[in-house]
Nanobody, 126 residues
């Protein structure tokens, strides 16, 4: 019954911003690294960002570096993805996922994670 629930997606224009949230139910996220991923129509899932358990270390895919920020509030059991300067190519279903350890690794970045949310759709109009 452990769930990750994403929210905050929607329709925005190019250059706009959205903040996605990933809230846990049934389990505390505070001791686990977390990641955000996305999947565009007819494309494979892509890594977006990762954050370690305490929030003091982050990593981003090159295409979003400088535009997106991953953060977490362990007291609220929530992970966030602030997305600025959005582009049409950012259009995708965005998923959060939980790692099995405190720190992210290459396995995290490649999506080898066991717990995923159901996704929230982000559409950036051109």
């Amino acid at each position: 019954q452990v769930q990750l629930v994403e929210s905050g997606g929607g329709l925005v224009q190019t250059g706009g911003s959205l903040r996605l949230s990933c809230a846990a139910s049934g389990r505390t996220l505070s001791t686990y690294a977390m990641g955000w991923f996305r999947q565009a129509p007819e494309k494979d899932r892509e890594f977006v960002a990762a954050i370690n358990w305490s929030g003091d270390s982050t990593y981003y895919t090159e295409s979003v570096k400088g535009r997106f920020t991953i953060s977490r509030d362990n007291a609220k059991n929530t992970v966030y993805l602030q997305m600025n300067s959005l582009k049409p190519e950012d259009t995708a279903v965005y998923y959060c996922a939980q790692d099995g350890s405190k720190d992210y690794t290459m396995a995290t970045i490649r999506g080898y994670l066991e717990l995923w949310g159901q996704g929230t759709l982000v559409t950036v109009s051109s």
